[in-house]
């Protein structure tokens, strides 16, 4: 988890995350966005969940992957880094909530050992809520 030094939601807690560059895959944009970010190379990133979230016209694309040499430190976008067990997440400290969604499904996942695609679609409501519609 990396403390977010930018806005926005600075002070925040997110993943670390990002948009793509050109001529660039998905995996290989999510493991440099987590090198920029937390300082840590990633190996055998698969996909975990995918939002829509037309509101802001963005899709989110969250992976799972090895933390190579189990090292981490912040990047020039974030303040901290952390790895966190579910106790360690600072729950009301969360940036977005899809970051949030992904979280509470994959510590769920994680008590079955089983981590399927989880997808969805998550949309702003009036006064600011999220309704979050799960496909899986």
């Known amino acids: 988890m990396c ?16 948009f793509m560059e050109n001529e660039e895959t998905v995996s290989e944009a999510a493991a440099r966005e987590t090198h920029e970010e937390a300082t ?14 037309p509101h802001i016209n963005q899709v989110y694309m969250v992976f799972r992957g090895v933390l190579v040499e189990g090292n981490a430190s912040p990047g020039a976008e974030s303040l901290e880094v952390a790895l966190m067990n579910e106790n ?4 009301q400290e969360i940036a977005f ?3 949030r969604e ?16 989880h997808y969805g679609d998550m949309r702003r409501q009036a006064g600011h809520d999220v309704e979050i519609i799960r496909y899986r």
């Open 3 to 18: 403390k977010r030094a930018i806005e926005p939601r600075y002070g925040k807690w997110t993943f670390p995350a990002g």
């Open 40 to 53: 840590a190379k990633v190996e055998g990133l698969t996909l975990y969940s995918l939002y829509s979230l």
């Open 88 to 91: 360690d997440v600072p729950w």
């Open 97 to 99: 909530p899809v970051i």
């Open 102 to 117: 992904s979280l509470e499904l994959y510590f769920e996942d994680k008590q079955k050992n089983s981590f399927p695609l």
